[in-house]
């Protein structure tokens, strides 16, 4: 009887020893910054222009240091790009389309990438509002609103 005591305890132990090894998961440090968020409105710094993409189908996906770009109306475009943020400044970089789901091409040409509101295939972001609902990203050109949801 002690002998099977003895067993179970062990392996209690060593399988508890092992849960607690196997839950190193990976957090993300981006606060209100993670989520899904759709693009509202666009406007252009150097006109004064505004575009209102409320009923548009363009979204940002926030995950740790992956950012994906998605339109849907676009034939369900889908670029994504690693990103870094420090403070209020959000630098995407390393585009790459997504041809299939297992086939990404690295995307060279920015020209798909202006009626989302990024200028280059590396391109730098002021964060000027960032809520649990809402956020606006400036570059040199323009000023992005999107909503949480």
Same mark, same amino acid.
């Given at each position: 009887?002690?002998?099977?005591l003895y067993i179970f ?11 607690f090894t196997s839950c +190193?998961?990976?957090?993300? +440090? ?7 968020? @759709?693009?509202? @409105? ?5 006109? #004064? ?11 940002? #996906? ?7 770009? !998605? ?9 994504? =790009? !690693? =990103?870094?943020?420090?403070?209020? &400044?959000?630098?995407? &970089?390393?585009? &790459? @389309? ?18 989302? #509101? ?14 649990? #609902? ?8 323009? !000023?992005?609103?999107? !909503?949480?949801?």
């Amino acid at each position: 009887m002690k002998k099977i005591l003895y067993i179970f305890l062990s392996c209690t132990f060593l399988s508890s020893c092992f849960l607690f090894t196997s839950c +190193d998961l990976e957090t993300s +440090d981006n606060g209100k910054l993670d989520g899904n968020w @759709q693009l509202r @409105q666009i406007d252009t710094l150097s006109t #004064g222009g505004v575009c209102d993409m409320t009923y548009s189908y363009i979204y940002w #996906g926030i995950e740790n240091k992956l950012l994906q770009v !998605r339109d849907i109306d676009n034939n369900n475009l889908r670029i994504l =790009f !690693r =990103f870094d943020k420090q403070g209020d &400044h959000l630098t995407i &970089h390393s585009p &790459h @389309q997504v041809i299939t789901k297992d086939e990404l091409k690295p995307l060279e040409d920015a020209e798909l990438l202006t009626p989302l #509101g990024i200028i280059e295939t590396e391109d730098a972001f002021i964060v000027e509002t960032l809520s649990s #609902g809402n956020m606006t990203l400036k570059n040199e050109r323009f !000023r992005l609103y999107f !909503r949480k949801y």
